[in-house]
């Protein structure tokens, strides 16, 4: 039976599957490589965390970043401090996901001669386990435990319209994406999942928060054609299989772009909540959990109201211990991803969804032995140089966008007429009442540099400034400064 894997991420991820399906004598060695791998990952969290606090203490020395000393490569310092913080939460966001992964294997398999045989039940308490928590870390957070501060408050339209959408879009995406490996491979499970960076897009464009552009196009195509030609080997296809997973792909995508909109909607609320990221998993939990409890008890109440995991009070009660430790690392992966949404975007988040499928596909090679041939290895390439070519147009729009920002700060600055007409044709503004000596100070705005005493150069541009002599000691300043 398909397990719920990481719970709220979604389906079953590669490495959980590879791992149930490889043979019993090794699984032990496998089980310690991932071990060890998610410890590594981990300890690269924690180092690049702890770079980005020594960048920070040394940032007033500094203005840029030096990337490769021999070849002069600098990179600006903000560009630098903000790409090492998602950094951390990426490979914290792999870790968590390894780790959850090894510890659903063992519970559901392994634990109890036999593992616990009730994902879907597992994946329910999950969604309510995090709601918990969130409530608990808001109030500890709001002045302690003890506080009577309550949860945050969310207008009701942005609750049906948002939040409860999204709940149940994640109660299908992890019903369908189960459902659909009872008829297909994991490669081609994969394969058709990798195309959902497309959907992303288009749902991106409709909900306003991508601007359509060939070469983000072509990178969603470079990017899924990649993961499809590294998964490609034994794709058998089944119909009923593929409309599963299709519709999983585009109910999963659809959920970060509207937890996307529903990040934007609370900062632009009057009620902000004090922390968006708990504020959406307190939220969305409950919708999920009340979309996953019919599908549980239909699909395995009679079957646990007679089980011994039920009748036997011990083995009920250490169940619900493991299904609350696997509460908490559902909690913890949701929080990194709303996360990774907040910093950067849905579209952002798939694609470090796809860096992880090509991470997945090389930890399969070195740790469990699978074969690659040419067509993989060149589909590696080609989802990398994909992802290579993202970080290049991101860079550049977020360059422009900042351009974009100053030129409408500076928009402001107009050109205001003085006392001297041969400057610039200026022309004399002043009150009815007031003297020569009465001038309001000129800014004008030049295209190019110049090399002028007491100028000031903001983002290329020239702010001129000429003020009379005794302007701040003038008694009709405030009504000559009217008259502009």
Not at 69 to 90: K, N, T, W, Y
Not at 101 to 107: D, G, I, V
Not at 303 to 308: E, L
Not at 394 to 399: L, P, Y
Request: net charge positive; charged share 15%.
């Amino acid at each position: 039976m398909a397990q719920a894997g990481d719970s709220d991420s979604g389906p079953l991820p590669t490495l959980a599957a590879l791992a149930l399906a490889a043979q019993d004598g090794s699984n032990e060695d496998k089980t310690v490589a991932l071990v060890a791998t998610c410890s590594f990952m981990l300890s690269l969290a924690l180092g690049l965390r702890l770079l980005g606090f020594y960048l920070a203490k040394t940032r007033q020395r500094r203005k840029r970043l030096r990337l490769l000393p021999g070849l002069g490569v600098f990179v600006p310092f903000p560009v630098a401090l903000h790409a090492l913080d998602v950094s951390v939460f990426v490979v914290l966001w792999y870790a968590v996901s390894i780790g959850m992964t090894l510890f659903n294997k063992w519970f559901l398999r392994v634990w109890a001669g036999g593992g616990y045989p009730f994902a879907t039940t597992m994946t329910c308490i999950n969604m309510f386990v995090k709601c918990l928590l969130s409530r608990v870390i808001d109030r500890c957070s709001s002045g302690g435990c003890n506080a009577n501060g309550t949860m945050m408050a969310l207008p009701s339209n942005i609750y049906w319209k948002l939040a409860v959408p999204i709940g149940v879009c994640t109660a299908l995406d992890i019903m369908l994406s189960n459902l659909s490996l009872f008829y297909i491979t994991v490669t081609f499970y994969t394969i058709v999942k990798s195309g959902g960076n497309v959907w992303n897009l288009l749902f991106s464009i409709c909900l306003g928060h991508q601007r359509p552009s060939w070469p983000l196009f072509g990178v969603i195509v470079l990017i899924s054609s990649g993961i499809g030609l590294a998964s490609y080997g034994s794709a058998h296809f089944v119909f009923y299989g593929f409309i599963l997973v299709l519709a999983a792909s585009v109910i999963g995508t659809l959920r970060w772009v509207l937890t996307q909109s529903l990040l934007q909607a609370m900062e632009d609320s009057n009620a902000a909540p004090r922390n968006k990221v708990l504020a959406v998993v307190y939220y969305v939990s409950p919708a999920s959990a009340i979309g996953l409890l019919p599908i549980a008890l239909f699909s395995e109440g009679s079957d646990y109201a007679t089980s011994r995991f039920l009748l036997d009070s011990q083995l009920l009660m250490m169940s619900l211990v493991f299904i609350f430790i696997s509460g908490c690392l559902a909690f913890v992966l949701i929080f990194i991803e709303i996360l990774l949404v907040k910093k950067t975007s849905a579209l952002s988040l798939g694609i470090a969804g796809s860096f992880k499928d090509v991470t997945q596909v090389l930890l399969a090679v070195f740790i469990f032995g699978d074969q690659l041939i040419a067509i993989n290895v060149f589909g590696l390439v080609v989802a990398t140089c994909g992802m290579l070519f993202y970080t290049y147009i991101k860079h550049t729009t977020a360059e422009a966008a900042g351009d974009a920002r100053n030129a409408k700060k500076l928009k402001g600055y107009q050109r205001v007429p003085t006392f001297n007409s041969d400057l610039e044709g200026g022309n004399d503004i002043q009150s009815s009442d007031s003297n020569s000596k009465d001038i309001v100070p000129e800014f004008q705005m030049k295209d190019e540099r110049v090399s002028a005493t007491g100028t000031k150069t903001v983002a290329g541009v020239e702010l001129v400034r000429r003020e009379s002599k005794d302007y701040f000691n003038s008694s009709g300043m405030v009504a000559n400064a009217s008259n502009v």
